[in-house]
């Protein structure tokens, strides 16, 4: 553990642990509402993590801790996502309506890497010629895409993904997860993605964290190791189906 | 205030706008054929006025020190006003500590602090724009607070995740949300600005337009005092349209547009 906290998410084999003992909202009522509980794991760092759950069991809520938005929570999160640079992509795209494509990227720029070229990036997501439209131009697998961009754009050694490919149309969705392979590719980082999508899960990681109901906590923690040529078809679809019998209600196909 | 509403009625802003000038001037001449020369002149006899003043120089130098303290009670009032309101709308403690001194202000009568502020300070500029000023802040804090209530919470989530510097945030997430909120702020910010400069000028100044309506007043001058109000109004209109419609179409270009 010599290794400075900023660093370590880029070494194989380092672990970010995270442990929430308790995390609860005020209800309408004012009664507080446990929304995680006992929820630990761990990231493996220069990894892909997926986390998977059931809808409304706190993996936003999970996520809006590790970015550092919400530190109402009891427990402890590793020290690295204080230190380093993390790049986000959240359920909605958030690019500011009243600035153009290259203006939210660049916007996100830490100093030291101010003007720097977004060509080639600009290049990998496919909107090079959409560099100076308004978000409202966009679609939304386009709009999804600027957020990809955004968050690589800052070179990030954390990457948190909001369940980033939802409401689209599945050849869009898969077109997208493309790029961020390729994107991952070129620039590794440790990945922690959130989804409900098990296919999609298995497709895209390394690591799998499997989330209770409400309170969550963590039920199991799963590497996939699958080559990638068998990560969809048949090899997937059998990992999938012993998933499934094994968590019963929390692995939705 | 929609100029570019063309095509269905076949009628151009330019027009419009002429037409409602000249049923302005209509009116008035009809005006004062009813009430005779003495209480209402006519627009030629207040625009012959207007010329000869305009030549003597009295009215220009009025009116540029007029315009010089609505300008600087404006930007006073709206620096104050919208950094009190957007405190108030962001901050549930600035909001309580702050409200009843808002409350107070929206109720004062504009007379008693104009009064308290040439009795307390003196009958100076600086004493006049204040009171002006004070007279305005509460509303632009009003209407900005509800705008900062009004701003989405993931765009600063956004900017908290890739560390937005707090001047980043200001103008990039923070402004760019206000931006309707200050505009509206802006407009009848002005219009109440100019209304109670002139009165300002009638109790405690030696010159401006407001002294200059006082003294005709008492003199029962209706062709001063028309010509005065015309030449003021013309130039609140030249701003309106040259200033601030402009500024704010240039502000909203962002927004998608029906097609």
Known sequence: MDVPVSQRMNIEGELLSVDIAAKAFAAASGEPVAVLKDLSFKLPAGRFTCMIGPSGCGKTTTLGILLGLDSDYAGAIDPAFAASRIGAVFQEPRLLPWRTVEDNVRLALPDAMAGRDLAHLFDQVGLAEFRNALPAELSLGMARRAALARAFAIEPEILVLDEPFVSLDEATANRLRDRLVSLLAERPATVLMVTHNIREAVRLADHLLILSDRPAHCVEAVDVDLAPAARTGEPAEAFIRELENRHPGLVLL | ?259
């Open chain 2, 1 to 259: 205030m929609e100029p570019d509403a063309t095509g269905t009625s076949g009628l151009s802003p330019r027009t419009a706008r002429a037409i409602s000038i000249a049923g302005f001037f209509a009116l008035w001449w009809l005006a004062s054929l009813a009430m005779g020369p003495r209480l209402c002149p006519d627009p030629l006899s207040v625009i012959a006025f207007l010329g000869k003043e305009t030549v003597s120089g009295e009215l220009p130098y009025h009116l540029a020190i007029t315009l010089a303290r609505v300008a600087a009670a404006f930007v006073i009032a709206m620096a104050i006003g919208t950094a009190t309101g957007l405190f108030m709308g962001r901050s549930t403690a600035g909001n309580l500590l702050l409200e009843p001194w808002i409350i107070l202000l929206l109720n004062a009568p504009a007379l008693v602090i104009i009064v308290l502020a040439y009795i307390w300070i003196g009958l100076v500029d600086s004493a006049a724009i204040l009171a002006v000023a004070l007279n305005k802040i509460p509303n632009v804090a009003v209407t900005i607070r509800e705008g900062a209530r009004a701003m989405n919470p993931d765009y600063f989530e956004m900017a908290r995740v890739f560390r937005f510097s707090r001047t980043r945030t200001l103008r990039h997430v923070t402004l760019p949300q206000l931006q309707p909120y200050i505009a509206a702020a802006a407009r009848s910010g002005l219009a109440l600005i100019w209304k109670i400069v002139l009165v300002v000028e009638l109790l405690g100044r030696p010159n401006g337009v407001g002294f200059q309506i006082h003294l005709y007043f008492q003199t029962f001058d209706v062709r001063a005092i028309l010509a005065y109000t015309i030449a003021f109004a013309a130039i609140m209109l030249a701003i309106e349209y040259l200033v601030v419609q402009p500024v704010e179409k240039r502000a909203y270009r962002w927004r998608p547009r029906p097609a």
